[in-house]
């Protein structure tokens, strides 16, 4: 079991007070990341006492500490789960070999790449969801929205922490790139696209952690399995973490969608905006919206960069353990590629493609997959309450704007549209300008009581760590 040192400014399971030139960088990137929270971090909420937990080791009972924290306060550190003895490379070109310690020079490039670009969706997020507080429906709720903020944060430690240690000055001026860049922003964006989009709503926040915390987790167990050990061991703990994530993500829409349901049943109409609810179809929408962007995360369908990743044992598939072959080599992965065709309208060709060209899309597929359970809840609950509507996933080829089917169009099903026929629908399946103006206005006054709960979606069955729903998780300070 690792010790862990929580006294030093900085807490860590790393031995990082017996790296002094490292301890120092990362002593001085700290103010600057601080001084970044405070600007860029929740606003107007960085003087309360917000109850949460902080990671203090990675033992499995235990590994968190729960108590109210001043925001600016919260000890971000630096955990890496143990090592496993012996450990062997699993995958890709160098498979059975030991897995490195140190990064190979030939390799420098690629991993510094896949770090960073993890690395920027952290604070991206947490850029995104900066105004959020302002609207939320119940201090548990706001609570859970600083929490994911919170841990986005350590996770932006994780990886620097890996730029700082292994790769010198380069490193050190990514880890400041990461403070610099800023979500939305045309002149500096973040580096991926999903990350760029507005999140105004507490329903684009539970679609958010449900699908765009669900390609973290994806991504996260791809690299779980990096030959690079510290990268494999600081993923893996981060996916301790993201699980709340996606938790806040799939009970939220679960609170919503059955609050909607109970609304419908009091209105002769079943209309559930009528009761000041939020419609099933508007739900529809921002399912069709955030999971289609999160599609984009994962990076073309066909791409060398994949390739290359998977071939250098920098990144794996999700729980390779579970695959057959771990080369995937003389191996293909049949494809529908979409070309354009008469009129503007997309028409399909089968390809085979190499499989470790396909990596990107066997990674969606398991996302896909992942995703989909969860919506099979939700549906649960609307046939539960006697609704009949069903949610669903649109085709992975609908709204895509990255990949093979960037620049064309689909509808929901998938089936092949010219630009117009595109343009004329669009709003049957994307949030409009009212859409967004309806959920602005439905959510424009914040719930700041400890025992109330907004309208439009239901209260959890639980509150946190054995607390009741009514806890005070937010103490605010005027
Ligand atoms: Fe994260
Ligand atoms: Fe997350």
């Avoid at 949460?52 to 990675?58: C, E, F, K, M």
């Avoid at 914040?446 to 239901?458: I, K």
Wanted: charged share 25%; with cysteine; proline share 6%.
């Amino acid at each position: 079991m690792s010790s862990v040192v929580n006294s030093d400014r900085i807490p860590n399971n790393v031995h990082l007070g017996d790296d002094k030139k490292l301890q120092r960088a990362l002593e001085a990137w700290q103010p600057r990341y601080v001084e970044w929270w405070k600007q860029m971090g929740p606003e107007g909420f960085q003087e309360d006492d917000v109850y949460l937990r902080t990671a203090i080791s990675v033992d499995h009972e235990g590994w968190a500490h729960f108590d109210y924290v001043k925001m600016p306060e919260y000890r971000w550190g630096i955990f890496l789960t143990d090592p496993v003895p012996d450990r062997k490379i699993g995958f890709g070109d160098f498979m059975g070999e030991p897995v490195w310690q140190t990064v190979p020079g030939e390799m420098r490039n690629m991993l510094r790449r896949l770090i960073v670009t993890q690395g920027d969706t952290e604070p991206a997020s947490v850029e995104q969801q900066r105004l959020l507080g302002k609207t939320c429906p119940s201090l548990y709720d706001l609570r859970n929205l600083f929490q994911v903020n919170v841990e986005e944060g350590r996770h932006l430690w994780a990886m620097v922490y890996l730029l700082h240690s292994y790769f010198g000055r380069d490193g050190r001026e990514e880890a400041e790139g990461l403070l610099e860049r800023r979500s939305g922003n045309p002149d500096k964006p973040r580096i991926l696209g999903a990350f760029n989009e507005p999140c105004t709503n507490w329903l684009s926040f539970f679609m958010f952690t449900y699908f765009t915390d669900r390609d973290g987790k994806y991504q996260l167990l791809a690299l779980a399995e990096s030959g690079f050990d510290p990268l494999a061991r600081t993923t893996r703990f981060m996916l301790t973490e993201e699980a709340h994530h996606m938790f806040v993500g799939e009970t939220g829409v679960l609170r919503v969608v059955k609050r909607t349901c109970e609304l419908m049943k009091q209105n002769k109409r079943e209309d559930a905006r009528a009761e000041g609810g939020i419609d099933l179809a508007t739900i529809q929408r921002y399912v069709n919206f955030w999971y289609s962007c999160s599609l984009d995360l994962f990076g073309g369908e066909i791409s060398s960069n994949a390739a290359s990743f998977f071939a250098n044992s920098l990144k794996g598939r999700a729980k390779e353990d579970s695959y057959p072959d771990h080369k995937a080599l003389d191996v293909g992965y049949a494809m529908q590629v979409p070309v354009i065709g008469e009129g503007g309208r997309p028409t399909f060709r089968g390809e085979e493609v190499p499989l470790r060209n396909a990596m990107n899309e066997v990674l969606r597929d398991e996302y896909v997959e992942d995703s989909q359970r969860g919506v099979d809840k939700w549906n649960k609950a609307i046939a539960e309450a006697g609704v009949s509507f069903q949610i669903k996933l649109p085709s992975r080829r609908f709204h895509r704007r990255t990949g093979i089917h960037a620049g064309m169009h689909f509808d929901v099903e998938g089936n092949p549209l010219t630009k117009d026929e595109w343009e004329a629908r669009k709003h049957q399946w994307l949030p409009s300008e009212a859409d967004e103006a309806y959920l602005q206005s439905l959510m424009s006054k914040p719930v700041y009581e400890a025992n109330q709960m907004a309208n439009w979606l239901q209260p959890p069955p639980h509150g946190i760590k054995g607390k009741p729903v009514e806890f005070e998780y937010v103490r605010r300070h005027p």
